[in-house]
Protein backbone atom coordinates (compact mmCIF):
# COMPACT_ATOMS: atom_id res chain seq x y z
CA UNK A 1 0.00 0.00 0.00
CA UNK A 2 1.11 3.65 -1.14
CA UNK A 3 1.48 6.19 1.85
CA UNK A 4 1.21 9.75 1.12
CA UNK A 5 0.66 12.56 3.99
CA UNK A 6 -0.11 15.74 3.36
CA UNK A 7 0.42 18.34 6.15
CA UNK A 8 0.78 22.07 6.95
CA UNK A 9 2.97 22.53 9.34
CA UNK A 10 2.67 26.02 10.59
CA UNK A 11 0.51 27.69 7.67
CA UNK A 12 -2.40 27.50 10.04
CA UNK A 13 -1.37 30.39 11.43
CA UNK A 14 -2.03 32.15 7.89
CA UNK A 15 -5.69 30.99 8.83
CA UNK A 16 -7.87 31.37 12.04
CA UNK A 17 -10.46 29.14 12.48
CA UNK A 18 -11.68 25.70 11.01
CA UNK A 19 -10.69 25.77 7.90
CA UNK A 20 -12.99 22.76 7.17
CA UNK A 21 -15.88 24.13 8.53
CA UNK A 22 -15.32 27.09 5.98
CA UNK A 23 -14.99 25.29 2.56
CA UNK A 24 -16.97 22.19 3.44
CA UNK A 25 -19.79 23.58 1.30
CA UNK A 26 -17.91 24.21 -1.79
CA UNK A 27 -15.98 21.26 -1.58
CA UNK A 28 -19.08 19.44 -0.98
CA UNK A 29 -20.55 21.01 -4.21
CA UNK A 30 -17.10 20.66 -6.12
CA UNK A 31 -16.98 17.04 -4.89
CA UNK A 32 -20.58 16.01 -6.13
CA UNK A 33 -19.22 18.08 -9.53
CA UNK A 34 -16.57 15.41 -10.17
CA UNK A 35 -18.48 12.34 -8.81
CA UNK A 36 -21.76 13.15 -10.20
CA UNK A 37 -20.41 14.31 -13.39
CA UNK A 38 -22.32 17.51 -12.54
CA UNK A 39 -19.49 20.64 -13.03
CA UNK A 40 -17.93 22.27 -15.93
CA UNK A 41 -15.99 19.78 -18.47
CA UNK A 42 -18.10 16.17 -17.31
CA UNK A 43 -16.92 14.93 -20.64
CA UNK A 44 -13.19 15.08 -19.15
CA UNK A 45 -13.50 13.04 -16.12
CA UNK A 46 -12.22 9.74 -17.60
CA UNK A 47 -9.26 9.82 -15.17
CA UNK A 48 -11.19 9.68 -11.91
CA UNK A 49 -11.21 5.48 -11.92
CA UNK A 50 -8.02 4.24 -12.83
CA UNK A 51 -7.25 1.81 -15.57
CA UNK A 52 -7.72 -1.91 -13.66
CA UNK A 53 -3.97 -2.89 -13.77
CA UNK A 54 -5.37 -6.68 -15.00
CA UNK A 55 -7.22 -5.05 -17.78
CA UNK A 56 -6.63 -6.13 -21.42
CA UNK A 57 -5.84 -2.67 -22.51
CA UNK A 58 -3.08 -3.00 -19.82
CA UNK A 59 -2.07 -5.98 -21.23
CA UNK A 60 -1.48 -4.45 -24.45
CA UNK A 61 0.37 -2.18 -23.37
CA UNK A 62 3.08 -4.33 -22.06
CA UNK A 63 2.90 -6.30 -25.10
CA UNK A 64 3.32 -3.18 -27.40
CA UNK A 65 6.77 -2.35 -24.82
CA UNK A 66 7.89 -5.97 -25.00
CA UNK A 67 7.70 -5.54 -28.73
CA UNK A 68 9.74 -2.47 -28.67
CA UNK A 69 12.64 -3.63 -26.07
CA UNK A 70 13.02 -6.63 -28.65
CA UNK A 71 13.20 -4.17 -31.51
CA UNK A 72 15.15 -1.40 -30.18
CA UNK A 73 18.11 0.47 -27.85
CA UNK A 74 16.06 3.21 -28.57
CA UNK A 75 12.85 4.67 -27.88
CA UNK A 76 11.60 8.32 -29.06
CA UNK A 77 8.85 9.57 -27.90
CA UNK A 78 7.03 12.04 -29.78
CA UNK A 79 4.65 14.25 -28.19
CA UNK A 80 3.96 17.77 -26.40
CA UNK A 81 2.20 18.92 -23.12
CA UNK A 82 0.46 16.54 -21.54
CA UNK A 83 1.06 13.79 -24.54
CA UNK A 84 4.75 13.36 -23.04
CA UNK A 85 5.35 15.02 -19.77
CA UNK A 86 3.71 12.43 -17.55
CA UNK A 87 5.95 9.40 -18.92
CA UNK A 88 8.61 12.01 -18.76
CA UNK A 89 7.73 12.26 -14.81
CA UNK A 90 7.47 8.81 -13.88
CA UNK A 91 10.87 7.73 -15.89
CA UNK A 92 12.96 10.25 -14.69
CA UNK A 93 11.59 9.64 -10.90
CA UNK A 94 12.12 5.73 -11.03
CA UNK A 95 14.77 5.03 -13.21
CA UNK A 96 18.49 4.11 -12.20
CA UNK A 97 20.09 7.45 -13.68
CA UNK A 98 18.60 9.38 -11.89
CA UNK A 99 16.99 7.37 -8.85
CA UNK A 100 18.00 4.39 -6.90
CA UNK A 101 14.85 2.46 -7.42
CA UNK A 102 14.29 -0.02 -4.52
CA UNK A 103 14.61 -3.13 -6.66
CA UNK A 104 16.49 -3.92 -9.17
CA UNK A 105 15.31 -2.90 -13.08
CA UNK A 106 15.69 -4.38 -16.00
CA UNK A 107 19.31 -3.61 -17.72
CA UNK A 108 18.22 -3.97 -21.23
CA UNK A 109 15.60 -1.34 -20.96
CA UNK A 110 15.52 1.18 -24.03
CA UNK A 111 16.81 4.88 -23.81
CA UNK A 112 13.53 6.80 -24.32
CA UNK A 113 14.34 9.97 -25.42
CA UNK A 114 11.71 13.18 -26.04
CA UNK A 115 11.23 14.97 -28.77
CA UNK A 116 8.39 17.27 -30.30
CA UNK A 117 8.00 19.31 -27.49
CA UNK A 118 9.89 22.31 -29.04
CA UNK A 119 10.77 23.19 -32.56
CA UNK A 120 14.47 23.85 -32.16
CA UNK A 121 16.29 21.98 -34.84
CA UNK A 122 19.43 21.39 -32.74
CA UNK A 123 17.56 19.68 -30.06
CA UNK A 124 16.12 17.47 -32.95
CA UNK A 125 20.16 16.88 -34.92
CA UNK A 126 21.53 15.91 -31.49
CA UNK A 127 19.16 13.72 -30.26
CA UNK A 128 19.40 11.67 -34.28
CA UNK A 129 23.12 12.04 -35.15
CA UNK A 130 23.40 10.29 -31.60
CA UNK A 131 21.68 7.12 -32.81
CA UNK A 132 24.37 6.22 -35.40
CA UNK A 133 24.74 2.54 -33.67
CA UNK A 134 21.47 2.07 -32.42
CA UNK A 135 18.51 -0.04 -33.22
CA UNK A 136 15.54 2.73 -32.99
CA UNK A 137 11.63 2.40 -32.25
CA UNK A 138 9.32 5.21 -32.33
CA UNK A 139 6.29 6.07 -30.11
CA UNK A 140 4.41 9.47 -31.54
CA UNK A 141 1.65 10.59 -29.08
CA UNK A 142 -1.13 12.91 -30.27
CA UNK A 143 -4.80 13.02 -28.99
CA UNK A 144 -5.84 15.95 -31.44
CA UNK A 145 -2.85 14.97 -34.53
CA UNK A 146 -2.76 18.40 -35.41
CA UNK A 147 -0.15 19.61 -32.52
CA UNK A 148 2.21 20.92 -35.20
CA UNK A 149 5.41 20.69 -32.57
CA UNK A 150 4.95 16.77 -33.09
CA UNK A 151 2.90 16.49 -36.03
CA UNK A 152 6.80 18.08 -37.24
CA UNK A 153 8.95 16.46 -35.53
CA UNK A 154 7.65 13.27 -36.48
CA UNK A 155 7.73 14.07 -40.11
CA UNK A 156 11.35 14.55 -39.57
CA UNK A 157 11.66 11.17 -37.73
CA UNK A 158 9.47 9.26 -39.81
CA UNK A 159 11.99 10.24 -43.01
CA UNK A 160 14.99 9.24 -41.04
CA UNK A 161 13.49 5.88 -39.99
CA UNK A 162 12.34 5.39 -43.86
CA UNK A 163 15.98 6.09 -44.93
CA UNK A 164 17.38 3.66 -42.41
CA UNK A 165 15.52 0.65 -42.48
CA UNK A 166 12.72 1.33 -45.78
CA UNK A 167 9.10 2.44 -45.74
CA UNK A 168 7.93 -1.48 -44.36
CA UNK A 169 10.23 -1.85 -41.45
CA UNK A 170 10.10 1.68 -40.15
CA UNK A 171 6.20 1.28 -40.28
CA UNK A 172 6.51 -1.81 -38.13
CA UNK A 173 8.91 0.21 -35.98
CA UNK A 174 6.38 3.35 -35.34
CA UNK A 175 3.47 3.41 -32.66
CA UNK A 176 1.26 5.90 -32.68
CA UNK A 177 -0.95 6.70 -29.61
CA UNK A 178 -4.25 9.17 -30.43
CA UNK A 179 -7.62 9.33 -30.62
CA UNK A 180 -9.69 6.21 -31.10
CA UNK A 181 -12.18 7.77 -34.10
CA UNK A 182 -10.72 10.47 -35.23
CA UNK A 183 -8.04 12.84 -35.98
CA UNK A 184 -4.64 13.31 -38.65
CA UNK A 185 -3.05 10.88 -36.65
CA UNK A 186 -5.09 8.12 -36.65
CA UNK A 187 -5.57 8.56 -40.13
CA UNK A 188 -1.68 8.58 -40.44
CA UNK A 189 -1.79 5.19 -38.99
CA UNK A 190 -4.41 3.33 -40.99
CA UNK A 191 -2.61 4.34 -44.09
CA UNK A 192 0.56 3.39 -43.28
CA UNK A 193 -0.47 0.37 -41.03
CA UNK A 194 1.67 1.48 -37.88
CA UNK A 195 0.99 -0.37 -34.44
CA UNK A 196 -1.87 1.85 -32.58
CA UNK A 197 -3.01 2.47 -28.67
CA UNK A 198 -5.80 4.52 -27.67
CA UNK A 199 -6.50 8.08 -25.77
CA UNK A 200 -9.69 7.88 -24.54
CA UNK A 201 -11.95 10.73 -25.60
CA UNK A 202 -12.87 11.55 -22.33
CA UNK A 203 -9.38 12.01 -20.39
CA UNK A 204 -7.23 15.73 -21.74
CA UNK A 205 -4.15 15.18 -22.20
CA UNK A 206 -3.02 16.62 -18.94
CA UNK A 207 -4.78 13.98 -16.94
CA UNK A 208 -3.78 11.24 -19.27
CA UNK A 209 -0.48 10.10 -17.75
CA UNK A 210 -2.14 6.92 -16.01
CA UNK A 211 -3.48 6.12 -20.15
CA UNK A 212 -1.59 4.34 -22.68
CA UNK A 213 -0.19 8.10 -23.13
CA UNK A 214 2.27 7.14 -20.10
CA UNK A 215 1.97 4.04 -19.85
CA UNK A 216 3.80 2.59 -23.15
CA UNK A 217 6.71 4.68 -22.65
CA UNK A 218 7.15 4.22 -18.71
CA UNK A 219 6.50 0.22 -19.54
CA UNK A 220 9.44 0.61 -22.18
CA UNK A 221 11.28 1.93 -19.75
CA UNK A 222 11.34 -1.05 -16.96
CA UNK A 223 8.32 0.54 -15.03
CA UNK A 224 6.13 -1.75 -13.75
CA UNK A 225 2.90 0.09 -14.92
CA UNK A 226 0.60 -2.28 -12.93
CA UNK A 227 2.26 -0.72 -9.94
CA UNK A 228 1.53 2.71 -10.87
CA UNK A 229 -2.37 1.88 -11.45
CA UNK A 230 -2.63 0.21 -8.10
CA UNK A 231 -1.10 3.36 -6.11
CA UNK A 232 -3.94 5.58 -8.58
CA UNK A 233 -6.11 3.09 -6.69
CA UNK A 234 -5.29 3.56 -3.67
CA UNK A 235 -5.57 6.84 -4.23
CA UNK A 236 -8.69 6.92 -5.61
CA UNK A 237 -9.96 5.26 -2.92
CA UNK A 238 -8.18 7.12 -0.40
CA UNK A 239 -9.48 10.52 -1.39
CA UNK A 240 -13.45 9.40 -2.39
CA UNK A 241 -14.99 11.19 0.54
CA UNK A 242 -15.97 14.29 0.69
CA UNK A 243 -15.50 15.37 4.05
CA UNK A 244 -12.55 17.74 4.30
CA UNK A 245 -11.13 16.67 7.58
CA UNK A 246 -10.32 13.22 6.26
CA UNK A 247 -9.15 13.92 2.58
CA UNK A 248 -5.71 14.93 2.32
CA UNK A 249 -6.08 15.98 -1.85
CA UNK A 250 -8.92 18.21 -0.85
CA UNK A 251 -6.92 19.88 2.36
CA UNK A 252 -4.22 20.61 -0.27
CA UNK A 253 -7.08 21.80 -2.67
CA UNK A 254 -8.81 23.95 -0.06
CA UNK A 255 -5.36 25.46 0.99
CA UNK A 256 -4.69 26.65 -2.31
CA UNK A 257 -7.32 28.17 -2.96
CA UNK A 258 -7.60 29.66 1.03
CA UNK A 259 -3.99 31.03 0.40
CA UNK A 260 -5.15 32.10 -3.14
CA UNK A 261 -7.71 34.32 -1.72
CA UNK A 262 -5.25 35.99 0.81
CA UNK A 263 -3.01 37.52 -2.50
CA UNK A 264 -0.80 34.09 -2.29
CA UNK A 265 -1.03 34.29 -6.27
CA UNK A 266 2.62 31.79 -7.46
CA UNK A 267 2.98 28.33 -5.98
CA UNK A 268 6.29 27.11 -5.50
CA UNK A 269 6.37 23.08 -6.25
CA UNK A 270 9.85 23.00 -4.01
CA UNK A 271 11.34 19.36 -4.21
CA UNK A 272 14.58 17.88 -2.36
CA UNK A 273 15.56 15.15 -5.01
CA UNK A 274 16.47 16.24 -8.26
CA UNK A 275 14.86 13.53 -9.34
CA UNK A 276 11.06 15.47 -9.19
CA UNK A 277 12.64 18.31 -12.01
CA UNK A 278 10.47 16.12 -14.76
CA UNK A 279 7.71 15.68 -12.29
CA UNK A 280 7.52 19.63 -11.56
CA UNK A 281 7.00 20.22 -15.18
CA UNK A 282 4.08 17.65 -15.49
CA UNK A 283 2.82 19.39 -12.34
CA UNK A 284 3.37 22.88 -13.87
CA UNK A 285 0.86 21.94 -17.20
CA UNK A 286 -2.03 20.19 -14.79
CA UNK A 287 -2.42 23.33 -12.51
CA UNK A 288 -1.37 26.42 -14.77
CA UNK A 289 -3.51 24.83 -17.87
CA UNK A 290 -6.47 23.80 -15.69
CA UNK A 291 -6.47 27.10 -13.33
CA UNK A 292 -5.60 29.90 -15.57
CA UNK A 293 -8.07 30.89 -17.48
CA UNK A 294 -11.07 34.20 -16.75
CA UNK A 295 -8.34 36.03 -14.71
CA UNK A 296 -7.71 33.70 -12.27
CA UNK A 297 -5.74 31.38 -10.75
CA UNK A 298 -2.13 30.09 -9.20
CA UNK A 299 0.75 30.76 -10.78
CA UNK A 300 2.40 26.83 -10.42
CA UNK A 301 6.07 27.67 -10.48
CA UNK A 302 9.11 24.73 -9.48
CA UNK A 303 12.14 25.02 -7.39
CA UNK A 304 14.56 22.46 -6.08
CA UNK A 305 16.29 22.45 -2.41
CA UNK A 306 19.06 22.63 -1.53
CA UNK A 307 20.35 23.79 -4.89
CA UNK A 308 17.65 26.89 -5.51
CA UNK A 309 18.34 27.81 -1.63
CA UNK A 310 21.65 29.35 -3.32
CA UNK A 311 19.36 31.53 -5.46
CA UNK A 312 16.19 32.16 -5.48
CA UNK A 313 15.99 31.32 -1.49
CA UNK A 314 16.68 35.16 -1.07
CA UNK A 315 13.49 36.27 -2.92
CA UNK A 316 11.61 33.68 -1.31
CA UNK A 317 13.00 34.76 1.96
CA UNK A 318 12.42 38.36 1.42
CA UNK A 319 10.82 39.47 -1.53
CA UNK A 320 7.69 40.24 -1.90
CA UNK A 321 4.86 38.16 -0.11
CA UNK A 322 2.67 37.06 -2.57
CA UNK A 323 3.89 32.84 -2.73
CA UNK A 324 3.38 29.57 -0.70
CA UNK A 325 5.41 26.64 -1.24
CA UNK A 326 4.07 23.17 -1.12
CA UNK A 327 7.27 21.05 -0.52
CA UNK A 328 7.74 17.25 -1.48
CA UNK A 329 9.73 15.41 0.77
CA UNK A 330 10.47 11.64 0.49
CA UNK A 331 10.76 9.84 3.89
CA UNK A 332 12.97 7.34 2.79
CA UNK A 333 15.18 7.11 -0.30
CA UNK A 334 16.48 3.71 -0.52
CA UNK A 335 20.09 5.47 -0.79
CA UNK A 336 22.18 6.54 1.58
CA UNK A 337 25.91 7.63 1.53
CA UNK A 338 27.60 8.45 4.71
CA UNK A 339 30.02 11.95 5.48
CA UNK A 340 33.28 11.13 5.76
CA UNK A 341 36.29 11.94 8.69
CA UNK A 342 38.99 14.26 7.92
CA UNK A 343 42.05 14.18 9.57
CA UNK A 344 42.49 17.43 11.28
CA UNK A 345 39.17 18.61 10.76
CA UNK A 346 40.13 21.33 7.93
CA UNK A 347 36.91 22.10 6.35
CA UNK A 348 35.37 21.86 10.15
CA UNK A 349 32.66 18.96 9.09
CA UNK A 350 33.76 16.62 11.19
CA UNK A 351 30.88 17.06 13.38
CA UNK A 352 28.86 15.35 10.38
CA UNK A 353 30.91 12.58 10.27
CA UNK A 354 29.19 8.64 9.98
CA UNK A 355 25.90 11.36 9.77
CA UNK A 356 24.45 10.04 6.51
CA UNK A 357 23.57 13.00 3.82
CA UNK A 358 19.97 12.20 4.29
CA UNK A 359 20.27 13.06 7.70
CA UNK A 360 21.54 16.33 6.61
CA UNK A 361 18.99 17.03 3.92
CA UNK A 362 16.34 16.64 6.45
CA UNK A 363 17.81 19.40 8.38
CA UNK A 364 18.04 21.54 5.46
CA UNK A 365 14.30 20.64 4.55
CA UNK A 366 13.16 21.10 8.19
CA UNK A 367 15.36 24.47 8.60
CA UNK A 368 14.28 25.75 5.26
CA UNK A 369 10.45 25.36 6.45
CA UNK A 370 11.15 27.19 9.42
CA UNK A 371 13.15 30.52 7.84
CA UNK A 372 10.08 30.84 5.18
CA UNK A 373 7.36 30.50 7.80
CA UNK A 374 8.92 33.42 9.60
CA UNK A 375 9.85 34.83 6.45
CA UNK A 376 5.54 34.81 6.07
CA UNK A 377 6.06 32.45 3.21
CA UNK A 378 3.36 29.54 3.97
CA UNK A 379 4.46 26.12 3.65
CA UNK A 380 2.01 22.92 2.76
CA UNK A 381 3.96 19.49 2.72
CA UNK A 382 3.50 15.93 1.05
CA UNK A 383 5.37 13.48 2.17
CA UNK A 384 6.02 10.33 0.04
CA UNK A 385 6.64 7.54 1.74
CA UNK A 386 9.29 5.86 -0.79
CA UNK A 387 9.78 6.16 -4.44
CA UNK A 388 8.21 3.37 -5.98
CA UNK A 389 5.60 3.06 -9.02
CA UNK A 390 2.95 2.57 -6.47
CA UNK A 391 3.72 5.86 -4.50
CA UNK A 392 3.95 7.77 -8.04
CA UNK A 393 1.26 6.28 -9.49
CA UNK A 394 -0.91 7.28 -6.07
CA UNK A 395 1.05 10.75 -6.30
CA UNK A 396 0.01 11.46 -9.75
CA UNK A 397 -3.66 10.75 -8.95
CA UNK A 398 -3.58 12.74 -5.99
CA UNK A 399 -2.64 16.05 -7.94
CA UNK A 400 -4.88 15.28 -10.73
CA UNK A 401 -7.70 14.75 -8.30
CA UNK A 402 -6.57 18.16 -6.24
CA UNK A 403 -6.32 20.30 -9.27
CA UNK A 404 -9.57 19.30 -10.62
CA UNK A 405 -12.00 20.55 -7.18
CA UNK A 406 -9.14 23.30 -6.60
CA UNK A 407 -10.18 24.31 -10.52
CA UNK A 408 -14.13 23.76 -9.46
CA UNK A 409 -13.82 26.23 -5.80
CA UNK A 410 -11.63 28.77 -8.07
CA UNK A 411 -15.26 28.98 -10.17
CA UNK A 412 -13.44 27.72 -13.60
CA UNK A 413 -13.21 24.79 -15.86
CA UNK A 414 -10.33 22.85 -15.20
CA UNK A 415 -10.68 20.56 -18.35
CA UNK A 416 -10.49 23.39 -21.15
CA UNK A 417 -7.35 25.64 -22.56
CA UNK A 418 -9.02 27.79 -24.75
CA UNK A 419 -6.00 30.15 -24.06
CA UNK A 420 -3.74 28.30 -26.01
CA UNK A 421 -5.28 28.57 -29.28
CA UNK A 422 -3.32 32.29 -29.25
CA UNK A 423 -0.35 31.78 -30.01
CA UNK A 424 -0.79 29.18 -32.46
CA UNK A 425 -3.45 30.98 -34.70
CA UNK A 426 -0.70 33.64 -34.95
CA UNK A 427 1.91 30.82 -35.63
CA UNK A 428 -0.25 30.03 -38.16
CA UNK A 429 -0.83 33.08 -40.00
CA UNK A 430 2.97 33.88 -40.36
CA UNK A 431 3.98 30.25 -41.47
CA UNK A 432 1.43 31.10 -44.08
CA UNK A 433 -1.11 28.46 -43.30
CA UNK A 434 -3.52 27.81 -46.01
CA UNK A 435 -6.96 29.76 -45.18
CA UNK A 436 -5.01 32.34 -42.66
CA UNK A 437 -4.52 35.26 -44.32
CA UNK A 438 -2.30 38.42 -42.82
O1 LIG B 1 -2.00 15.45 -27.65
P1 LIG B 1 -2.12 16.70 -28.41
O2 LIG B 1 -3.47 16.85 -29.05
O3 LIG B 1 -1.02 16.84 -29.44
O4 LIG B 1 -2.00 17.94 -27.43
C1 LIG B 1 -0.82 18.16 -26.71
C2 LIG B 1 -0.96 19.29 -25.72
O5 LIG B 1 -1.35 20.48 -26.40
C3 LIG B 1 -2.41 21.12 -25.73
O6 LIG B 1 -3.59 20.80 -26.37
C4 LIG B 1 -2.23 22.62 -25.73
O7 LIG B 1 -2.04 23.09 -27.01
C5 LIG B 1 -2.37 20.48 -24.35
O8 LIG B 1 -3.58 20.60 -23.68
C6 LIG B 1 -2.01 19.08 -24.67
O9 LIG B 1 -1.52 18.36 -23.55
Known amino acids: ?14 FAGSLAGKWQGDVQRAHDGLHRGTGQGQ ?79 SYIVQILSNLDDQEVAVNVISKSGT ?5 LAFRIVRDWLIKRYGAK ?6 VATTDQFKGALLRFAEVEGYRTLVIPAHVGGRYSVLTAVGLLPMCVAGLDIRELLRGAQDASVRYATPDVTQNHCYQYAVWRNELYRQGRVIELLA ?22 KNGKGIFPASVQFSTDLHSLGQYVQEGPRHLFETVLWVEDT ?16 NYLAGKGLTFVNEKAWLGTIEAHESGAVPNLLLQIGKLDERHVGHLFYFFEKACALSGYLLGVNPFDQPGVEAYKQNMFKLLGKPGRSE
Not at 1 to 6: E, G, R, T
Not at 54 to 82: F, H
Not at 271 to 292: D, N, R, T
Open 147 to 151: TIEPA
Open 1 to 14: MSKIHFDFPAAGRF
Open 271 to 292: AYEPAFAGFAEWWKQLFGESEG
Open 169 to 174: EAAMRI
Open 334 to 349: GCEVLVPAVDGDLDGL
Open 43 to 121: DFLGWLEPLSPDSEEVAQIEQTADRIRQQADVLLVIGIGGSYSGARAGIELLTPSHFKPFRKRKTNAPHVYFLGHNLSA
